[in-house]
């Protein structure tokens, strides 16, 4: 099954900063968008940032903008997630996925828009992030 492939996850302090990989290895033609979403114990899976392959536009959610930067490697076929000023609130397991139709929204297209679960067509399998001192 064709799948973007996390990794990188672990154990931070808060305040401390950690790098998410996504394999991306089978998403990188123009047409997809990588996006990263977290789900918290016992909450819903909530989006956090994406990037679209064509042009290099970033969106980001309230609660990590400023923080998280999401950016490409093109010659690894990968995206990483830097997370910084990490909060216990961040705890969670992280996803890698990719949409086709985040990638064919106009690039104005507000975050809440760009990061919703339903647009994405392939997902990971996670990677626990947990923040705790």
């Known amino acids: 099954q064709v799948q973007p492939v996390e990794s990188g996850g672990g154990l931070v302090q808060p305040g401390g900063s950690l790098r998410l990989s996504c394999d991306a290895s089978e998403f990188t033609a123009d047409y997809y968008a990588i996006g990263w979403f977290r789900q918290a114990p016992e909450k819903e899976r909530e989006g956090v940032s994406c990037i679209r392959q064509s042009d290099g536009i970033t969106y980001y959610a309230d609660s990590v903008k400023g923080r998280f930067t999401i950016s490409r490697d093109n010659a690894k076929n990968t995206v990483y997630l830097q997370m910084n000023s990490l909060k216990p609130e961040d705890t969670a397991v992280y996803y890698c996925?990719?949409?086709?139709?985040?990638?064919?929204?106009?690039?104005?297209?507000?975050?809440?828009?760009?990061?919703?679960?339903?647009?994405?067509?392939?997902w990971g399998q996670g990677t626990q992030v947990v923040v705790s001192s």
């Open positions: 996925a990719a949409s086709v139709a985040v990638a064919a929204m106009p690039g104005t297209a507000p975050a809440s828009n760009a990061l919703l679960e339903p647009l994405y067509d392939y």
